[in-house]
């Protein structure tokens, strides 16, 4: 078993025929509807974070997200005695109960399955997934080679709160239940959806409530970390006669034909799973199965998640993502659906960056336009797309074609004219932006009203995207083309430190002219790769790939701060206000490694060589990061100090993004052609053990 896979390996005493330590709570699942809801968990099955649970739907989608089941108590009655399945752990800090039965393997394929040992040698077996496009979860467990009569017992526990939010005990919640044959309706709130279960087992209402369940990583971040779920009662399943069935659903999942209402939970759990299974055989990878994640649906168009549990779709992330996620990976007509979607949305030049999420409101509350790059991403996204449209011979319809170029071109005229946060071009043609109490760029933490890296002034990526944006807008209309000239040109001449051979991060600080910030951060390396120009070439990009990889390289992507600089942070925790200071402050964001790659393979020969040579180096801990955490997934950043500890967001659409263009764009070796190169990787990904079964 690989180093990787002993992480997520699950520990037992064989002795005593019962789970001795816990698995390990850092490796986590994820199941997602394709409409913003999902379901998550840990391997182990204790409950860790307020975001896992079994049904949390998107009630205007993607956003309006409600927790509504958030897991189960279960346990099983054989003439051996009762055996709970799951740990619970309750404030302030004890799992119960402290025998449970033994997870004999877990995987992921083609959705989470755990198999249990029982103590008579029996095996139960536990799968769950959700079905494409309704906000649904499909549970089942079944028992193997049975010696006697066994009975499963499943109380859901329910909560029907903002998926941010923590429940606690109070008369208001309302335990009715209404029963109708193998349906049971619930409606604990009439703010929020009422959930409706389908079981092949007999429900008895029992309401009770279950108090001060402790969220163990909740309570590391600092965060509220108790919470009261309620259980209005409990399914009894006979596994002597079959499989245990239960579907739960908020009960605004339309159904397609009428019969539908008809079909047992056994007959609905078949058609669902072949439904499913058929369709995530489709995708040729593991990795693309991961990428369909992120994939949502607003309104009639198309957007990206940018991460789960906790993120909803930002603009920035959205169009930094899907570059890797769809555009290198052949997806392009869910690319042209982003793209299309997004493209009404422009204001003064500028796109949302973030669309807050609210279930408390019902519905999705006013965009946010906070970002200078946001916009500037979405040209470069524009011209990728059309780029790879047109080298796979793909016809790209008038009014796309239109809608794109007008998008294009009301961001790079909005910003010339001028418009919020100070954003216009200087007399040198380089893009200033900022002011006092806004973070405009992608390092956007604040602790209070104080930013940690506030950037004022003229910061170097968005040079890099400014330019290239011009370029872009150039070959739709001529006039950008002499102001391209005139940044590059100002870029060349001002960002260069000849002090430390690397650019500048910021130059006219806070709109001073001649002030600058020669600290050494990641942002530089936009100048060499990671874009569709290069701004910087010959030994000066060689000078700069080689600072960044020697201070700010780690096996999970780049530092966000070099550690010889002042403020630097090698650690990514305590409270929000900790871990806020730390987080541009050398915390490593893995989605840098795509940029760094692409620029490391541009200044050594850009040729099939380098590129092997990189995929040597520089792959391998990331599709070895794979197997933990969020399992299949990369995470959002991780600590700069070894062993660079994965933090903050386990299921990162940007950082995976970034994985599959190095795979299937950057570092493709062109004397074997694309196809074989994917097909190649295809084979890696599923030699890798995310792909197989975690056991003892």
């Known amino acids: 078993m690989s180093d990787a896979a002993a992480d997520v390996s699950l520990r037992a005493d064989s002795g005593r025929g019962l789970a001795s330590v816990l698995p390990d709570e850092q490796c986590e699942w994820l199941e997602t509807d394709g409409l913003g809801g999902f379901a998550c968990g840990t391997v182990g099955g204790l409950r860790t974070r307020r975001y896992h649970g079994l049904l949390i739907a998107a009630t205007t989608p993607p956003a309006g997200r409600t927790m509504l089941v958030n897991g189960v108590d279960a346990w099983i009655e054989t003439p051996q005695g009762r055996l709970t399945l799951l740990p619970q752990r309750y404030a302030p800090g004890v799992v119960h109960p402290q025998r449970c039965a033994e997870i004999a393997s877990f995987t992921t394929e083609p959705w989470p399955r755990w198999t249990w040992r029982l103590p008579d040698g029996s095996r139960l077996e536990h799968e769950l997934f959700m079905p494409h496009g309704a906000a649904q979860c499909a549970m089942a467990w079944r028992l193997r080679s049975a010696s006697g009569p066994a009975a499963l017992h499943v109380r859901p526990l329910v909560s029907s709160r903002d998926y941010h939010a923590l429940h606690h005990e109070n008369p208001a919640l309302r335990f009715d239940a209404e029963v109708n044959g193998e349906r049971v309706r619930w409606r604990p709130y009439v703010v929020h959806p009422p959930i409706e279960a389908v079981s092949s087992g007999a429900y008895r209402h029992e309401p009770v409530w279950y108090r001060q369940f402790l969220y163990e990583q909740e309570h590391r971040r600092g965060f509220d970390c108790v919470e009261d779920l309620a259980s209005p009662g409990v399914f009894t399943f006979n596994l002597a006669r079959g499989d245990a069935v239960l579907i739960v659903s908020a009960d605004q999942v339309e159904i397609d034909e009428p019969e539908e209402s008809l079909r047992s939970a056994a007959e609905m759990m078949r058609g669902l799973a072949a439904v499913e299974r058929l369709r995530r055989s489709r995708f040729a990878t593991p990795l693309d199965r991961a990428a369909d994640a992120y994939f949502v649906q607003r309104g009639p168009h198309r ?19 899907m570059r890797g996620l769809y555009i290198a990976s052949g997806g392009l007509e869910e690319a042209e659906s982003i793209l299309l979607g997004w493209a009404g949305t422009v204001s003064q030049g500028m796109l949302p960056n973030r669309f807050p999420d609210s279930a408390s409101s019902g519905a999705a509350c006013a965009p946010e336009f906070n970002s200078v790059d946001a916009s500037l991403w979405y040209v470069i996204a524009v011209h990728e797309f059309l780029e790879a449209a047109q080298r796979a011979n793909l016809a790209i319809s008038g009014h796309t074609l239109a809608t794109l170029r007008k998008a294009v071109c009301e961001i790079v005229g909005g910003y010339t004219c001028g418009t919020r946060y100070g954003i216009r071009p200087d007399d040198d043609g380089l893009l200033a932006a900022g002011e006092r109490r806004q973070q405009l760029t992608w390092m956007d933490a604040r602790v209070g009203d104080r930013e940690i890296t506030p950037r004022i002034g003229k910061p170097v990526e968005v040079q890099a995207l400014w330019i290239n944006a011009l370029w872009i807008a150039g070959a739709f209309d001529g006039r950008w083309k002499a102001l391209h000239a005139k940044a590059r040109a100002a ?3 001002r960002f260069w430190n000849d002090d430390r051979a690397c650019l ?32 910087i070439e010959g030994e000066r990009a060689k000078a700069i790939v080689e600072r960044v990889e020697r201070d700010l390289l780690t096996p999970l992507g780049l530092r966000s701060l070099g550690p010889q600089e002042s403020g630097y ?18 915390t490593v964001w893995p989605w840098l490694i795509g940029p760094f790659v692409e620029a490391w393979v541009r200044v050594h020969g850009h040729d099939d060589a380098a590129r092997r040579e990189a995929r040597q180096r520089f792959l391998g801990p990331l599709m070895a990061h794979l197997d933990t ?26 950082s995976l993004g970034e994985l599959l263009r190095l795979q299937r764009s950057v570092l493709v070796d062109q004397n074997i052609g694309r196809n074989e190169a994917q097909e190649s990787q295809e084979e890696s990904n599923r030699r890798t053990v995310r792909a197989g079964v975690y056991q003892t």
Do not use: K
């Open 303 to 321: 957007t990206i998640i940018a991460g789960y549990p906790w993120f909803a779709d930002w603009g920035r992330d959205t169009f930094i993502a």
């Open 569 to 586: 942070a090698g650690r990514y925790e305590g409270g929000p206000h900790e871990r806020d200071a730390a987080y541009h402050q050398g």
């Open 629 to 654: 955490a969020g399992l299949g997934h990369i995470s959002e950043i991780a600590d700069a100090e070894i062993p660079h500890q994965p933090r903050g967001c386990p299921f990162q659409a940007w």
């Open 491 to 493: 870029f060349a001449r």
């Open 504 to 535: 500048y991060d910021v130059v006219d600080v806070d709109h001073v002219a001649g002030a600058v910030d020669a600290s050494v951060r990641p942002n530089q390396i936009f100048a060499v790769g990671g874009l569709p120009l290069q701004i």
